[in-house]
T-cell receptor
């Protein structure tokens, strides 16, 4: 069974601070995705990383895929209250097409 | 596109009752997934379909759960009889049928409370 561990589980910070969320596994994934979920809504895809060592930027968000494709990180610069939400990483791979393994998620709260 | 549409958004029922959740995937998406989300277990894949055919139902908790996809634009997840431990948010998601894409678009979810 492929498992993804996210840390931290909870993060409460002030507006303007930087933060990093980690997603780790002992398994290799063909790609890794990050989703953001707001209360009462479904997860929304932020980014997909495919190549080991890949770095992608989405405005103030920077995503990195580990060289061995077993881990990933999400870094947010100068967090804003609008960044508040549940951040989920999800790994794709294994023998079943389309079967994503989700991490438990990180609940981020950014206080004004 | 209206996205993935789920109904009902909220369902409160009593233990032992039958519950049917519905999903309309994005038009043209050939893969459909049912997930369950709880605080304790996070997002769990229950079952997924490709071209209306169930591919992997290993996540379905037990025989009380069943899912169907009679055509490309509709799927149901049924729980009969329901139990309090089934209380969760159930998400439907769809994906284009492209190898390696694995990009899911989720619906807004159906929040189920079984009393």
């Amino acid at each position: 069974t492929q498992l993804l561990e996210q840390s931290p589980q909870f993060l409460s910070i002030q507006e303007g601070e930087n933060l990093t969320v980690y997603c780790n596994s002992s398994s290799v994934f063909s790609s890794l995705q990050w989703y953001r979920q707001e209360p009462g809504e479904g997860p929304v895809l932020l980014v997909t990383v495919v190549t080991g060592g890949e770095v992608k930027k989405l405005k103030r968000l920077t995503f990195q895929f580990g060289d061995a494709r077993k881990d990933s990180s999400l870094h947010i610069t100068a967090a804003q209250p609008g960044d508040t939400g549940l951040y989920l990483c999800a790994g794709a791979g294994g023998t079943s097409y389309g079967k994503l393994t989700f991490g438990q998620g990180t609940i981020l709260t950014v206080h004004p | 596109d209206a996205g993935v549409i789920q109904s009902p958004r909220h369902e409160v029922t009593e233990m032992g009752q039958e519950v049917t959740l519905r999903c309309k995937p994005i038009s043209g998406h050939n893969s459909l997934f049912w997930y369950r989300q709880t605080m304790m277990r996070g997002l769990e894949l229950l079952i997924y379909f490709n071209n209306n055919v169930p591919i992997d139902d290993s996540g379905m908790p037990e025989d009380r759960f069943s899912a169907k996809m009679p055509n490309a634009s509709f799927s149901t997840l049924k729980i009969q009889p329901s139990e309090p431990r089934d209380s969760a948010v159930y998400f439907c998601a769809s994906s284009p049928d492209r190898a390696g894409a694995n990009v899911l678009t989720f619906g807004a979810g159906s929040r189920l409370t079984v009393l």
